[in-house]
C-alpha cells in the first residue's frame, strides 16, 4: 500500500516503513503527527484518487529528526561588469518514518 501526500507545498509518494526528508515541521522528535493532505492512495492495481484529496484518508508519521540540508551555494556574475555576487543557502528539513496509511 501506498500514498501521495501533500506537505510543505510538495508532494511525496511514501509507503510505510519509507523515510522521508519534507519540509520542516512543527514537531518533536520522537512525536506522531498525522498527516490528513492525501492525494492519493494505491494498493497493488488498485488505485484512489482524490478530488483532491482522499476522504477520511490520512497518514500517520514518527518524526526521526530536525535538521538542515547540506549548503546549496549560489554565484552570480557579470562578465567585463566587475560585478560577482556570493550567497548561500541551507533549508531545514524534518526526517519522518511512515508507519500507516489509512484510507
Do not use: C, W
Not at 498527516?35 to 476522504?55: C, E, K, M, R, Y
Not at 497518514?59 to 526521526?64: I, Q
Not at 551555494?73 to 550567497?87: G, L, N, P, V, W
Request: zero cysteines; proline letters at 2%.
Amino acid at each position: 500500500m501506498y500514498a501521495v501526500i501533500k506537505t510543505g507545498g510538495k508532494q511525496y509518494k511514501v509507503a510505510p516503513g519509507e523515510r522521508v526528508k519534507i519540509e520542516r515541521v512543527a514537531a518533536d522528535v520522537g512525536q506522531t503527527i498525522v498527516i490528513d493532505q492525501v492525494l492519493a492512495v494505491g494498493s497493488g492495481t488498485s488505485l484512489l484518487v482524490g478530488t483532491p484529496l482522499v476522504a477520511g484518508a490520512s497518514v500517520n508519521a514518527k518524526v526521526l529528526a530536525q535538521g538542515r540540508h547540506d549548503k546549496v551555494r549560489i554565484f552570480k556574475m557579470r562578465r567585463r561588469k566587475h560585478y560577482q555576487k556570493h550567497q548561500g543557502h541551507r533549508q531545514n528539513f524534518t526526517e519522518i518514518e511512515i508507519g500507516t496509511v489509512n484510507s
